[in-house]
């Protein structure tokens, strides 16, 4: 039997932060990126690759925005706005990957699914809305949205000034629609990309009518529900450090290669990792491990031709 | 053997040409197509769903050029935007279609795919592009334009007064890609959304590398490669009359009922269809049904559990 991975791409993977986001650009970033993970395939890897989409998605809220703003063009929610991000990136990344493959002589279909996730309308993300999207407005703009859309709005203040930006819960991923058939596609030696930006977030309502969720989902916390559900041997959160470190930046700074998960969760416990980056990548691993995957890794997608890279969390 | 049909859904059957386009007229549109759809899945068929894109991706167009203008967020081309219709729509149609489906009490799973599709970048379309897209500009932006990003511009004169609108190439399509895997999932009986918008125009330029074309392909034409190419046995084109008439709002108006191939080629020879609406439906049909279709149908999606409604076309 081959071993099969789920591999969840970060958002600089495509786009980095320092760019301006031309499709040049893009391009680019994510060819460097897939010719790193052609060295998975090479060892013989089903894949699923699975990926972010802050960057894109948030211009598309920017040009959704303009378009209603200079043309009277009615705004698409924000569900239907992953949904686009899933299909102009998935798209790229297909093609892309085409190419790596053919010029890496490698013989394999590339399949890219549009991916609903389901989430619980009861989950207290909904309460506590975090996740900021959207472009920065004044006041009196964020009010009249406010009202108007019934978007909930949080002050952000920067050296540049302060500005109200939308905020929209992100709740926890329950399950990938669709999973066995990801599973199936892969095992039948395709290369499936999906769970784009963390999947469409859609819930069921109290009638079972699928509902869209105006909310985000974290990524890599998607991808490790399907690499659980699917029994994925080995999850990849490939991302810009080579390695995990606890106490990061400071004078006893110390680099993890193997961690268990009990350590994982001790470290935890006592905050050794970025809140907002580091600790929920972990924390997906840990839940990736525990409902039975064999191995989560942490590293640079440069990094993968270098079995001895990387953070590997392991269950002992 | 379950029989197999590919059925395109017209633009009209998810945003009308009087409509303000806003989410909730979108889904209602939808859900009003989708309950007639049902009917197919009842009778016992293995259900491909294709469809348009011109409204949205006309939308996305709007935006991107607002987002650059107002927020100076890159533009991306017009493959992408295509890509991010796909996903959209498709996520849309594929969530609708769950609730519609459980409302009938039927089991079935939904996938959608992202299509690229294969066009020959020697097809003489390219050379003479005419497919309208995006907005209307004055001569001087039209010039600035042509000039920055090599778009090609056509004066449109209306009532309204004149502009120019950009003009793409729309060739033919050649291959859809991963038909093979549409064709598996449909029979293994889950409902498969793919070829949005006619799929994605991609080409592969002298050393095999596939390339994004800046084109546009008619989504009946890619339809009916792919029922072709997968051997469907039905094809269903789903536009806004119940009928294909002949001599259409003349005197001797014609209703046509069924039609052989043989009369088809006649009645096209002699002009009698609309050239840019009806010529290019019937043109599909034909293709279909010569490349070994068994039956290809143009109607409305609300005649769908009528069959003696819709103009049928056979080989003889």
Request: one cysteine or more.
């Amino acid at each position: 039997m081959k071993k099969l991975a789920v591999v969840a791409l970060g958002g600089n993977a495509l786009l980095r932060g320092n760019q301006l986001g031309t499709i040049e650009e893009q391009e680019q970033n994510t060819k460097d990126t897939l010719e790193n993970l052609v060295y998975l395939v090479k060892e013989g890897y089903d894949l699923i690759i699975t990926h972010g989409n802050g960057p894109q998605v948030g211009n598309i809220l920017m040009r959704n925005d303009a378009g209603e703003e200079m043309y009277k063009i009615a705004q698409m929610p924000l569900d239907v706005c992953v949904a686009d991000s899933q299909g102009g990136i998935g798209y790229m990344l297909e093609r892309i990957l085409r190419n790596v493959l053919k010029e890496n002589d490698i013989q394999k279909e590339v399949v890219t699914l549009v991916t609903p996730v389901l989430v619980d309308i009861n989950d207290p993300a909904f309460k506590n809305p975090t996740k900021r999207v959207g472009k920065s407005y004044n006041k009196e703009q964020a009010d009249i949205l406010a009202n108007t859309k019934g978007w909930i709005f949080k002050e952000e203040v920067k050296d540049t000034g302060s500005g109200w930006r939308r905020v929209v819960p992100s709740p926890k991923p329950k399950s990938v629609m669709n999973a066995d058939v990801i599973d199936m596609l892969a095992k039948q030696g395709n290369i499936v990309i999906a769970v784009g930006g963390g999947g469409v977030p859609v819930y069921y309502d109290e009638n079972h009518d699928l509902r869209p969720a105006e909310a985000v989902i974290d990524k890599d916390s998607a991808s490790a529900v399907l690499g659980a559900t699917i029994k994925a041997d080995e999850f990849y959160i490939l991302t810009d450090v080579p390695f995990v470190f606890i106490n990061y930046k400071k004078e006893n700074e110390q680099k993890l290669e193997k961690l268990t998960i009990k350590q994982a969760e001790e470290y935890m416990k006592q905050g050794m990792f970025g809140e907002g980056n580091m600790s929920p990548k972990i924390q997906s691993c840990i839940n990736f491990v525990n409902n039975g995957g064999k191995m989560a890794v942490i590293t640079e997608a440069t990094k993968l031709k270098d079995k001895s890279f990387g953070t590997k969390l392991v269950n002992d």
